[in-house]
């Protein structure tokens, strides 16, 4: 098995450095994008290397597009959670942009999100705040307080408050990030329904779950609006809504909307997508609850089957 999947590996690295000896460094980002957006990780994170080799010897180690391949890198090492890693490549990429394009540029409030993001996930949570105050300061210095360029940062501040336990100051910076795309972007747009949806996990997550439903439907409605049936915002919305009448054990409504936001995924980006196991778990998770023993097996056995495919 061991000499099988070295053999995969190698075929993989073959078949990547190959095409990327064919490609610009911007047509490489694209494809490691590409890649990433269809769950394809390894892929990406050898493709992501061979970006930055090249971005150092087309534009020289210090240059703004070196800083954009280490930031994409450290991304695709934080997914694998390779945490020391993404932190050095994060931490670089903040040094050379800070020294190329000065410390009030949008790319530098970029690198201290991304890293104020990492911090999080390490559960270094002062050191996260830090960054994510100076980060939201500069879009706010560079854009003004109310345009919906800083809402980005409100809503990742805001999401750090919730792990801090700390609802009381993550709820005003939902608010605030709702109030200013609603009044700068109209009532029917993408990132309106990207904050109605926020709000809603917050006040589940909350127990407030007549206000996440309610929420939960209007994200839900303007995006089938925008988008139609079949686009992932919409499937995102159904698993988030089926998750609120789960709690309400309303469990016919919940499975209908999760076996939805299944296939939607399965369609858009793959039967084994880390998209699709997430909610096909939730669907496990909603078939325990409800006793149904038989179809929680069939759905364990299904995310089981499509682990092995995956790796």
């Known amino acids: 098995m061991k000499k099988v999947i070295s053999a995969v590996l190698l075929n993989i690295f073959l078949v990547v450095s190959l095409f990327s000896q064919e490609l610009s460094w911007e047509d490489m980002n694209r494809s490691v994008s590409m890649l990433f957006q269809e769950g394809r990780y390894r892929e990406a994170f050898s493709l992501a290397k061979e970006a930055l080799k090249r971005a150092e010897k087309t534009y020289g180690e210090d240059h703004p597009n070196v800083a954009t391949s280490m930031n994409i890198l450290a991304l695709l090492f934080k997914i694998q959670g390779k945490y020391p890693e993404a932190e050095f490549y994060y931490q670089k990429a903040l040094v050379i942009r800070e020294d ?4 009030r540029h949008p790319d530098v409030a970029q690198s201290l999100n991304n890293l104020a993001i990492l911090y999080k996930a390490q559960g270094k949570y002062a050191e996260s705040e830090e960054l994510h105050k100076r980060a939201l ?3 706010e210095r560079l854009y003004g307080p109310e345009d919906p360029r800083i809402t980005k940062s409100l809503n990742n501040l805001a999401v750090l408050y919730d792990s801090m336990g700390r609802p009381d100051a993550s709820e005003p910076l939902y608010i605030k990030s709702l ?3 609603e009044k700068a972007l109209g009532p029917e747009h993408p990132d ?10 917050f006040y589940r997550e909350t127990g407030q779950i007549a206000q996440a439903e309610e929420l939960h439907k209007r994200a839900l409605f303007m995006r089938k609006k925008i988008f139609g049936e079949n686009h992932p915002d919409v499937a995102e919305s159904f698993n988030n809504l089926a998750l609120v009448y789960s709690d309400q054990n309303k469990y016919v409504e919940a499975e209908e909307l999760y076996l ?4 939607i995924w399965q369609e858009v980006l793959g039967a084994s997508h880390p998209r699709v196991l997430y909610v096909l778990e939730n669907l496990s998770e909603l078939y325990k609850k409800s006793g149904d023993a038989e179809k929680e097996r069939e759905v364990q056995e299904k995310i089981k089957h499509l682990q092995k495919k995956r790796f």
């Not at 939805?260 to 296939?263: A, D, E, G, I, T």
């Open 260 to 263: 939805k936001s299944v296939l």
């Open 137 to 139: 300061s500069l879009w």
């Open 192 to 201: 309106i329904a990207q904050a109605l949806n926020n709000l809603g996990v």
């Open 179 to 181: 109030e200013i795309r």
């Open 100 to 103: 190329s394009l000065g410390e």
